[in-house]
């Protein structure tokens, strides 16, 4: 009996030296197979964090590149309304000397109605002068350049909403 204990011992002995045996290599197995797959899944998240990089990298130079083009077209906006608004000036002061040396005149249109008799011929001849037209009258100097002054306001505005609506218009087509 002894023997037959000896030799159910040895045989339990050997039963659960192979069951934890078997255990240790199940563990070791799974334990690889695990290491594999999360390594496998570190790589795909590594890759995929660095293709969101490089897109976000790309977009952000795209829009720096459309910034600066928008940047260079402002300057040569700037630069463009800059040169017509001081050429419009030049004009206007030149115009102003013109008017204030008397080397040019302003006139002005007058209703001739009320100096035509009934079939529409004027009354009388302007003495020393044989244009026959509209009658006209000069201005004064002084009022004259005052409209001068203030179509040169008006034309300054104008150049400016000009500037406005071509920066509007591109900024809106940039987007």
């Keep these: 009996m002894k023997l037959d204990a000896v030799k159910w011992g040895g045989v339990l002995l050997l039963l659960l030296g192979l069951t934890v045996g078997s255990a240790w290599a199940a563990w070791t197995w799974q334990a690889n197979a695990y290491e594999k797959k999360l390594a496998k899944q570190k790589a795909t998240h590594q890759t995929t964090l660095t293709n969101l990089a490089n897109a976000n990298s790309a977009q952000i130079l795209a ?15 700037d630069q463009a309304h800059y040169r017509v608004l001081t050429d419009e000036k030049t004009k206007q ?3 102003r000397d013109r008017l204030a040396t008397a080397d040019l005149r302003l006139s002005v249109l007058l209703d001739t109605t009320a100096t035509h008799d009934r079939d529409g011929m004027q009354a009388s001849t302007v003495p ?5 037209g509209t009658a006209r009258a000069q201005l004064d100097r002084a009022h004259a350049q005052r409209i001068i002054g ?20 591109e900024v809106s087509h940039t987007k």
């Design 128 to 132: 020393g002068g044989v244009v026959h």
């Design 150 to 169: 203030i179509t040169g306001d008006g034309d300054q505005g104008l150049i400016a909403l000009q500037a406005c609506q071509a920066y509007a218009k």
């Design 93 to 95: 002061e030149r115009l």
């Design 63 to 77: 829009e720096q590149g459309k910034r600066f083009a928008l940047e260079q077209w402002l300057a040569a906006s």
